[in-house]
């Protein structure tokens, strides 16, 4: 059906696409952003047109053709109106779906990318570039159909002539199309009848990547899409770095210099605190063209250390930062005057589009569970270097979505290197069995350095409280690590108690809220050399601060965590008469009991033992042995969960729930972001609600249904104790079991 716009006919230039633009500005926009991404991403589609036996010319007049006609939905009555603001948003029509049936048409006319090909790759691009792909995406839509209006006729000519000039012969032709609702749940049916194909993931993946680059940038503007500097220019701010932190800079170490020499897969292996981060960029601006950079790390901490020294090596504007809270963390930075501009940062660093993204592990595994956006950001990986940092840090369940997205990105093109301190024998295997043409460096000195003197004692740590005491009132840096929050409340209490006073004594675990933790990180970064500290932590330090401790008590946990707790301990190798104690109370709570009896089993001789990273290696495989990481019950699990994912999704569709209700970890317990109510008033004051995000720390499930909850302004408030000095003050943790 077609109906007139019931103000006036509307004139070429009075369609518009969107407020203040006509529709044909936006397309020619549109047109010229996809010839510059085409060009950069070049590289990958002759990769993936040559491995499936793709016409390049099919593949780029598809897409020509879906850009020049994906809002063609937008030339309705519902659409026109309501870009005017003159119609109710609940009455509106899905312009992507409106599109629908032209685009639908412009497939079948093109014909299968590939022989064979049942899905209409083009169709699904624009039916998808809006919402999240369901079987529930247009109910709203499913009683109702768009308006089309007489102009349309005059919008086709054009989009014909644009494709005429392109040397595409497809010519579109104005009918009476059938209900564009139907169109949608013809394709979704399709893809219920059909198994997962990451033959078809890789094409949608990167048409969908192509897409969104041409019709943001034609909105937005075009930003960086990779990085140009070479190896030099990172010695360079290495250099000043080094110098700047009072230390000698000798040049580059021996495994820094072989990393710029290879070109393929790479594993790492380095103790803390002797370059690995420049170790990784180093070999990803070594050997690349116009790949982007993707550095993945297990924490939020340290994802914001890296953004800010990667800031330093290829400038603020090329950097891109995504992890839960990195909102909250660049409002906190910098000012941002202009919003828009704030939420194209947070879209473009969230979706990978930066020249180089450092991000947590899991916001790249969100997208090989097909959560939000996972099309474009999977493009953005196909081909580039992705470092992923501190693999050490991940359980099996986790390793076991690690090594699925591993393999996927192998096959894309891109280029992985995985560093650590530790690398037990079983990892190494598994990801030579996954990287089959990996090379492996290390440093030189790997084997032989040793840095601190151990000492097992067989006691509770508290009982080390005088002992701690005094060193600290001896000058040094302090480091008390436990296991529990409950643990480290109690002995951070119990030595405030003796000593009577809080100057440069702190506490750092997660149960305190985010503004907080964010504040003691920097203080405890921004430390003077020899000033000194006592720091009582949980494992929240095992891969997070680059400080530098002169003597550490620690609970007892499984060997790989104590050498990561131990790395923070003279991390580079300058000082003498350094110790780590560990304590054994017989509680190796959370951490699975086997294991931790095997290192009790390795470590029960240590007294005051110098030992070096050779000894560590050689307990780690002592302890773990030749076991098979694939056949561990987690290994097995995280290997399923990715199956039934691909499976219910068909490899195709989106999996639409908040990110609350994804874990790509294991935990004790489900947690939850809460706001204590004792922070309300504070809240309540901030306008920008990005920066509530601050007043934000995750509690149990069992606790936040214990607790009574209120909104106000529309933000929940929960009525959990809280201490701005340790934290959240709960019960001993509820026996809640482990979920995934």
């Known amino acids: 059906m077609v109906f007139q716009l019931s103000l006036a006919v509307l004139t070429m230039d009075e369609i518009l696409a969107r407020p203040n633009e006509p529709y044909t500005v936006h397309i020619d926009k549109c047109l010229e952003e996809f010839k510059w991404v085409f060009e950069k991403k070049s590289s990958v589609i002759d990769r993936v047109c040559e491995k499936y036996q793709i016409s390049r010319n099919r593949f780029q007049s598809g897409l020509l053709s879906v850009l020049v006609f994906h809002d063609i939905g937008k030339v309705t009555k519902q659409f026109q109106l309501n870009v005017r603001k003159k119609l109710d948003p609940s009455k509106n029509y899905r312009h992507e779906l409106a599109s629908l049936p032209v685009v639908a048409g412009i497939c079948k006319k093109l014909g299968p990318i590939y022989d064979g090909a049942r899905v209409p790759f083009e169709a699904l691009v624009v039916m998808t570039h809006h919402k999240p792909f369901t079987g529930r995406m247009f109910e709203r839509e499913a009683s109702s159909s768009p308006d089309y209006l007489p102009e349309i006729t005059e919008v086709i000519e054009y989009g014909n002539s644009l494709l005429s000039n392109h040397g595409i012969s497809v010519k579109v032709v104005a009918e009476k199309w059938p209900n564009p609702y139907e169109y949608y749940k013809k394709i979704y049916q399709m893809l219920l009848s059909r198994d997962v194909s990451f033959k078809d993931q890789f094409i949608f993946s990167l048409m969908k990547g192509l897409f969104h680059y041409a019709d943001w940038y034609a909105s937005g503007g075009r930003q960086w899409y990779a990085v140009s500097i070479k190896p030099k220019d990172i010695e360079k701010t290495l250099e000043f770095r080094t110098v700047e932190k009072g230390r000698k800079f000798k040049g580059l170490t021996n495994f820094q210099e072989k990393s710029k020499a290879i070109d393929g897969h790479l594993i790492v292996r380095a103790p803390t605190g002797q370059g690995k981060t420049e170790c990784g960029l180093l070999w990803a601006v070594s050997n690349h063209q116009s790949e982007k950079i993707v550095y993945l790390l297990p924490t939020m901490v340290t994802s914001n250390k890296i953004y800010q020294r990667c800031i330093e090596y290829f400038g603020k504007v090329k950097v891109g930062l995504s992890h839960g809270t990195a909102g909250y963390f660049l409002k906190k930075e910098d000012e941002w005057a202009d919003q828009n501009q704030f939420r194209n940062m947070i ?181 003077k050399k020899d000033e000194p500290c006592l720091l009582i932590a949980t494992q929240v330090v095992e891969v997070s601060l680059d400080i530098d401790f002169d003597y550490m008590v620690t609970q007892i946990a499984p060997i790989e965590a104590l050498i990561q707790r131990a790395g923070r301990v003279n991390r580079y190798g300058e000082n003498e008469d350094t110790e780590i104690v560990i304590c054994d109370d017989k509680n190796g709570k959370p951490y699975d009991n086997e294991i931790v009896d095997k290192t009790r089993s390795a470590i029960k001789h240590l007294k005051k033992n110098l030992l070096c990273e050779s000894d560590f290696e050689r307990m780690v495989d002592n302890i773990y042995g030749e076991i098979d990481l694939t056949t561990m019950p987690k290994y097995m699990e995280g290997n399923r969960i990715f199956e039934e994912n691909q499976y219910d999704r068909r490899g195709l569709m989106d999996l639409d729930v908040d990110e609350e209700r994804i874990s790509t970890r294991l935990t004790e317990y489900m947690k939850v972001d809460v706001i204590p109510d004792c922070f309300k008033e504070a809240v309540l004051s901030l306008e920008d609600i990005t920066l509530r995000e601050g007043y934000k720390v995750k509690i149990p499930l069992w606790l936040y249904r214990k607790c009574q909850k209120y909104e106000v302004n529309c933000t929940e408030f929960v009525s959990v104790k809280y201490d701005s000095d340790i934290g959240i003050v709960r019960e001993e943790d509820n026996p809640a079991t482990r979920i995934i």
């Open 347 to 527: 879209l473009t660093s969230k979706t990978f589009m930066k020249p180089v993204t450092v991000a947590t592990i899991d916001q790249l595994l969100y997208a090989f569970l097909n959560w939000r956006h996972w099309a474009l950001i999977r493009s953005n990986a196909m081909n580039a270097r992705i470092i992923l940092d501190e693999i050490h840090a991940f359980d099996p369940y986790t390793l076991a979505l690690i090594v699925r997205m591993i393999d996927w990105l192998k096959e894309a093109g891109a280029k992985i290197a995985v560093m650590s301190a530790t690398m037990p024998k079983p990892l190494m295997q598994l990801l030579k069995q996954h990287l089959s043409d990996i090379n492996v460096i290390e440093d030189p000195r790997y084997g032989s350095l040793s840095r601190n003197r151990f000492t097992y004692k067989k006691k509770p740590i508290k009982k080390m409280i005088p002992e701690i005491i005094k060193k600290f009132r001896s000058g040094r840096k302090i480091l008390v690590v436990c296991n529990r929050i409950s643990e480290c409340q109690g002995i951070y209490e119990e030595i405030l108690k003796r000593i009577k006073s809080k100057r440069n004594v702190m506490i750092l675990h997660s149960e305190i809220v985010l503004k907080d933790r964010n504040a003691r990180e920097d203080w405890l970064d921004n430390l």
